[in-house]
């Protein structure tokens, strides 16, 4: 996560209020819009804030997106998917029997156990929480 990106989030979390406006932050953290702009519009695409409606406001406000946390974890299969493929791709390239292939064999597990076990920790999550 880029310095700004995590100043964003890190306001955002802190913040005495539900939701703040992108010059708010701007403000706060001593950064340029710009900066706001693409730290939005990061954590809006992982999942991790969202957009809020502010009555008798014409700013955007954003927030912290509740369950954002599992939210973010449940997208990570697709990058974990990948690391399990890039794992296979480099076994069958380096064959058996080599060290590399005992170190992508163990990177490949690990993925594979992560693939397997996180759907059930996020939901065993969710349940707790209610």
Known sequence: ???????????????????????????????SSGSVSGAIKMLSTVGLIERVPAPGSRREHYRIRPGCW??????????????????????AATGPDTPAAVRLEEMRDFYGFMLQELPALVERWQSRRG
Request: charged share 15%; hydrophobic share 60%.
């Open 1 to 31: 996560m880029q310095k700004a990106t995590a100043r964003v989030l890190a306001a955002l979390l802190f913040a005495d209020v539900d939701a703040v406006t992108a010059p708010d932050l701007a403000e706060w953290l001593g950064i």
């Open 70 to 91: 599992a939210t973010l974890m449940t997208g990570q299969n697709a990058t974990l998917q990948a690391m399990l493929q890039a794992a296979e791709e480099g076994i």
